[in-house]
């Protein structure tokens, strides 16, 4: 299972990140800046209620570029509230008992957070996962989805990373 991030976990893996080192997902040129922090809002069953992080937005230090970067962890699935923990259980679950202590682990997702889910795994991911030959959930797979495919995995294909600007944190640079 997928340990959820927090926003010290967050802000320390932030903190020690080396902006002027990282290179810009767009143009390629190296160096970023801070340019703004945004509040995103998880459905975490840690919590009693959704989880609030303070995610950074960062800025391409290349005059001709100027794009900015939203620096999501793996954990999170863009523009969804539901961990990719809970998203990885949802997509492996295979009955309605299943399905049922998904809801009753996390009191905060609802069946239609499972419906949606699986719908949106089987109609644009997967035939993806199919190239793909890391397990699920492993920082190989996450590496693979956007090294492939220019998104997260389970993002929606409509919003490529590049475009829309996600920098990815992958598990296997956070401390756990
Ligand atoms: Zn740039």
């Known amino acids: 299972m997928i340990a959820e991030i927090t926003q010290s976990d967050y802000s320390q893996i932030i903190n020690a990140l080396d902006l002027l080192a990282l290179p810009c997902p767009h143009c390629k040129c190296v160096g970023m800046c ?22 950074l ?12 970067h ?9 523009y969804s509230q539901i961990t990719m923990s809970d998203t990885i259980d949802i997509i492996h679950c295979e009955s309605k008992e299943e399905a ?49 495919y220019r998104r997260h995995f389970m993002q929606i294909p409509s919003t490529l990373c590049s475009s829309y600007s996600c920098y990815h944190l992958l598990w296997s640079a956070l401390p756990f």
């Open 34 to 55: 801070i340019f703004a922090y945004y509040i995103r809002r998880v459905k975490n069953c840690s919590f009693d209620e959704k989880t609030e992080l303070r995610i």
């Open 57 to 68: 937005r960062v800025r391409c230090l290349n005059e001709e570029c100027r794009k900015t």
């Open 70 to 78: 939203a620096i999501l962890p793996s954990t999170i699935v863009p």
């Open 100 to 148: 049922a202590e998904i809801l009753g682990r996390n009191l905060l997702l609802d069946p239609k957070d499972i419906y949606r889910t699986r719908k949106r795994f089987t109609e644009y991911w997967k035939s993806k996962i199919k190239n793909i030959k890391a397990t699920m959930g492993d920082s190989s797979f996450f590496t693979a989805c956007i090294d492939k």
